[in-house]
């Protein structure tokens, strides 16, 4: 069997375990990546006030792939460095292009729930410099890719999730290798790296609805160490 073919997902609820660190559900996705349930939950009013004060300073606005498609998902960054995507490619940058200034600086409330879930799954001592912002509508999503404009792979992705629910598609090492669909709720967390790092992935097409923190909206907060 090739290396990435394995079952990335066998079942989904019932290989739950519980800690004592505060993730009371915590799901292997592969070796390497890990789902925990709600570790976002009792966080979330700081990071919805966080949230708001980096997008009064850096607005979400829709990229442009190279190839000049625009991107369905609404973006932002706050962090020393953005990911930005145009014409000429994707990159970080530590100017943010549409204002000519420098990414707000990421909120404590950001990097502590970051490096809180980084540990739990087994990346201690992980300190983002980058928080990638997606604001998923009705009709949003994200198409399969790689993580790997970061100069350094050796470093986790940490993907937080607020409001409205989504299905993550995760993965293998190839594209064409079958994808698990795994449910993600508000607060939930996923965290990838080692053999895991550069699994493809995505986000399915956002159904309609409503939360009392979003609205008619999800967030993914996506951190990552990017220099």
């Known amino acids: 069997m090739r290396a990435g073919t394995e079952p990335v997902l066998r079942d989904l609820f019932s290989s739950a375990e ?13 070796s390497g990546a890990v789902l925990i349930r ?12 966080g949230l708001q004060g980096v997008l009064d300073a850096a607005p979400l606005r829709h990229m442009v792939t ?6 369905s998902v609404a973006m932002s960054n706050c962090g020393t460095r953005g990911w930005v995507s145009d014409a000429g490619g994707y990159r970080y940058d530590a100017v943010d292009p549409e204002r000519g200034h420098a990414w707000p600086a990421m909120p404590e409330s950001f990097l502590q729930v970051a490096r809180h879930a980084a540990e739990v799954a087994g990346y201690p001592g992980f300190v983002p410099d980058a928080c990638l912002i997606g604001r998923y509508e009705p009709g949003a999503r994200l198409t ?6 970061e100069e350094d792979l050796g470093r986790p992705i940490v993907s937080m999730s607020l409001g409205l629910p989504a299905v993550f598609l995760f993965g293998g090492l190839e ?14 967390v996923v965290i990838w790296g080692g053999p895991a790092r550069l699994r493809y992935h995505g986000v399915s097409t956002l159904a309609d609805g409503w939360h009392p923190l ?14």
């Open 66 to 71: 190279p190839g000049g498609f625009r991107m």
């Open 38 to 49: 709600g570790l976002a939950v009792p966080h979330a009013a700081s990071l919805m006030a």
């Open 18 to 30: 519980a800690t004592d660190d505060g993730a009371t559900d915590r799901i292997p996705l592969a």
């Open 144 to 149: 399969l890719h790689q993580d790997r404009d």
């Open 175 to 188: 594209r064409s290798i079958k994808v698990a669909r795994v449910p993600l709720n508000h607060g939930d």
């Open 214 to 227: 979003t609205g008619r909206s999800r967030f993914n907060l996506s951190f990552r160490r990017a220099g």
